[in-house]
C-alpha cells in the first residue's frame, strides 16, 4: 500500500523525466503561417473622440447627455422590452417603427460591415473557442437572433453603429462574472455577484444590494422586470458621467464587469457620458447580459433602429 | 516572462512573436504531451496554441498576465485535440496486466508504463490539473485562473486524480491471482 506522500514523489518525479521533446518543427511551423494568419484586433485599447480634446469632448458630452438620455430612455422601451424608466424623464415623440428585413438568420461575422438581414450570434462558450468554455456551466442559451436594417457592422462581438464616434449605439451579449464597484478604478476595485430571484409573484428581484445599481461614480436606475428576446428579464440603466475623463482611470479603462472564464476579461468599452441598458436575462446556470450602449451624440434615428433591433431579437434556449 | 516582447508582439511584429514563443514553445510541447500522452497530438495541440496565441494576443490586456492566459489558450487546444481524437479512437478498455511486480511495490522503481496507464485513465480535465500542479509547480489559484474553474475545483480534481494514481498504482503493484498461487 503507497501512501499519498509516495504517490505524489512518484508522479512528480515521473512527469519531470526528459521525454525528449524537440519543439523547433512546430515552433518553424507556425512561423511559416504568421504571414496569413492575421491577428484579431482588440477593442479594448481603442480611444473614442480621438480627434478631440479633453475640454471638447466633455462640452460636447455634456450637452448631449440630457436629450440623449430622454430619447434613448423612450426608444429603448419599446414593445417587447417594456417596463418604466427613471421617473425623472420626460417621454418625447416617438418615431415610426423601422422597417427591418425578413430571411434565414446567418452567423455574425468577427468583423464586417452588414447587410440588413437576421443574423444570430452564438454562444461562444459552447464551441471550440479557445479562450471560452462551458466546463464549469455558462449561461444556458444556445444563440441570440436579431434582424438589423442597412448601415450596422459588428467587431468583436459588439454590434453597432457608429463605432467609436460620438454617435455610437451598439449592443453586445457578454456572459459576465462580477461586477466592479469601482469601475475607475478597479485595479483596487472589490467585486460583487451578480444575485437574483424570484419573488412569489414571479418577477426577479435583485439582492444581496446588487452591485451595478451601487457603482462608485455612476448613476442607476431600476430595476425593472421585462422581457427581451422572449426571456425574463431585469433592465438596469446606468449612465457615466460626462465630466468624468477615464483617460484618469486605471490603465485608462473603465470597467464595469470581468467576462466570466476569460483571464482578464472585462467589459471596458466605456466613454464618457455612456448610457448603458442592461439586460440582465434570465437564462440558467448563469446570467445572460444584453448590453445596449450609446453615446450622447447618438441620433434619435439610430436609437429607433436599436428598438427596433431589440424587438426582433430571440433568445433561443 | 518579458512583457516588452508580449506587447511588441501584440501590435504585430512577428520577429517578437518569433521570440515569444521560441521561450514558450518547449514548455508547451511537454506540458500538452503529459497531459495527452501523445507526442503527435501535443504537438498538434502546441501548434494550434501558438497559434492562437498570436491571433489572440491583441485581446490580452495585461501583458504581465500572458502567462496565465497562453496556459489556457494550451490546455483547451488540448481539450480541442482530446474531443477530436475521441470521434474516431475505437473504445479501449484497460485491463491491469498480469506481470510480475518487485515485492515493495513501487517503492524502488516504479514502471512507467504503469504511471502511463493509471494517468491515461484520468480525464482531461483531471490530467491537466495534476500537469499544471505537479510539473509546472503552478499554485492552485493560479491553476484556477488558467482552467477558469474555482480554486476548490481545482483542489478537488487534484485530490481525486491522485487517489485515481494511487489506486491505480497499488492494484497493478498487487499480486495478481496467479502470482499469489503459486
Known amino acids: 500500500m503507497s501512501t499519498n506522500r509516495d504517490v505524489t514523489r512518484i508522479v512528480r518525479s515521473w512527469l519531470n523525466e526528459d521525454r525528449h521533446e524537440d519543439a523547433d518543427r512546430v515552433l518553424n511551423t507556425v512561423l511559416d503561417q504568421l504571414d496569413t494568419t492575421p491577428q ?20 460636447l458630452a455634456a450637452a448631449a447627455l440630457v436629450v440623449a438620455a430622454l430619447v434613448g430612455y423612450q426608444l429603448l422601451s419599446g414593445p417587447n ?7 425623472n424623464l420626460t417621454p418625447i415623440e416617438l418615431p415610426s417603427t423601422v422597417p427591418l428585413p425578413a430571411g434565414s438568420p446567418v452567423e455574425l ?6 447587410a440588413a438581414g437576421t443574423y444570430f450570434i452564438r454562444n461562444p462558450y459552447t464551441d471550440d473557442d479557445p479562450v471560452r468554455s462551458c466546463d464549469s456551466g455558462c449561461a444556458d442559451y444556445t444563440r441570440i437572433v436579431f434582424t438589423l436594417p442597412d448601415g450596422w457592422a459588428t467587431t468583436d462581438g459588439f454590434v453597432h453603429k457608429e463605432f467609436g464616434q460620438a454617435g455610437e449605439v451598439a449592443f453586445k451579449a457578454w456572459t459576465p462574472g462580477e461586477i466592479y ?11 460583487g455577484p451578480i444575485s437574483h430571484a424570484d419573488d412569489s409573484s414571479g418577477a426577479i428581484v435583485v439582492v444581496d444590494q446588487f452591485p451595478l445599481l451601487n457603482q462608485v461614480g455612476t448613476s442607476a436606475s431600476g430595476p425593472t422586470n421585462v422581457v427581451l428576446g422572449g426571456q425574463r428579464s431585469l433592465r438596469i440603466d446606468v449612465s457615466i ?7 484618469t482611470c486605471d490603465r485608462g479603462e473603465f470597467r464595469s464587469w470581468t467576462e466570466w472564464d476569460v483571464v482578464d476579461g472585462a467589459n471596458s468599452h466605456h466613454a464618457s457620458g455612456q448610457i448603458d441598458v442592461v439586460y440582465f436575462v434570465d437564462v440558467d446556470r448563469r446570467t445572460l447580459f444584453v448590453d445596449v450602449s450609446y453615446l450622447p451624440g447618438a441620433s434619435e434615428a439610430d436609437l429607433a433602429e436599436m428598438a427596433a433591433i431589440l424587438s426582433s431579437m430571440v433568445i433561443e434556449r | 516572462m518579458d512583457t516588452d516582447l508580449v506587447v511588441r508582439a501584440q501590435g504585430g ?10 521561450t514558450i514553445a518547449d514548455r508547451f510541447l511537454a506540458t500538452s504531451h503529459r497531459i495527452l500522452s501523445d507526442i503527435d497530438l501535443a504537438e498538434d495541440a502546441t501548434q494550434q496554441a501558438l497559434l492562437s496565441i498570436w491571433q489572440d494576443l491583441p485581446q490580452l490586456r495585461d501583458p504581465a498576465r500572458f502567462e496565465a492566459w497562453s496556459y489556457r489558450l494550451l490546455v483547451r487546444a488540448c481539450y480541442a485535440e482530446g474531443r477530436r481524437t475521441r470521434r474516431w479512437a475505437p473504445n479501449i478498455r484497460l485491463l491491469p496486466v498480469d506481470e510480475p511486480m518487485a515485492a515493495d511495490g513501487f517503492s524502488s522503481v516504479v514502471d512507467r508504463d504503469q504511471l502511463e496507464r493509471g494517468f491515461r ?9 495534476v500537469v499544471l500542479y505537479h510539473y509546472l509547480d503552478l499554485p492552485l489559484d493560479q491553476v ?4 477558469g474553474v474555482p480554486v476548490g475545483t481545482v483542489a478537488s480534481r487534484l485530490h481525486y486524480a491522485m487517489r485515481a494514481m494511487r489506486t491505480a498504482l497499488d492494484a497493478d503493484a498487487r499480486p495478481t491471482s496467479r502470482e499469489a498461487a503459486q
Request: glycine share 4%; net charge neutral; aromatic share 6%.
Open chain 2, 13 to 22: 511584429d512577428q520577429e517578437a512573436f518569433a521570440d515569444l514563443a521560441a
Open chain 2, 121 to 129: 485513465r484520468l480525464s482531461l480535465k483531471h490530467r491537466s490539473v
Open chain 2, 144 to 147: 484556477a485562473e488558467v482552467l
Open chain 1, 81 to 87: 422590452i417594456a417596463g418604466p424608466g427613471p421617473s
Open chain 1, 40 to 59: 484579431r484586433r482588440s477593442l479594448w485599447s481603442a480611444r473614442r473622440f480621438l480627434a478631440m480634446n479633453s475640454p471638447m469632448r466633455i462640452g
Open chain 1, 109 to 114: 461575422p468577427s468583423a464586417a460591415p452588414l
Open chain 1, 241 to 247: 458621467p460626462a465630466e468624468l475623463d477615464i483617460a
Open chain 1, 181 to 191: 464597484l469601482d469601475p475607475c478604478h478597479w485595479q483596487e476595485s472589490s467585486t
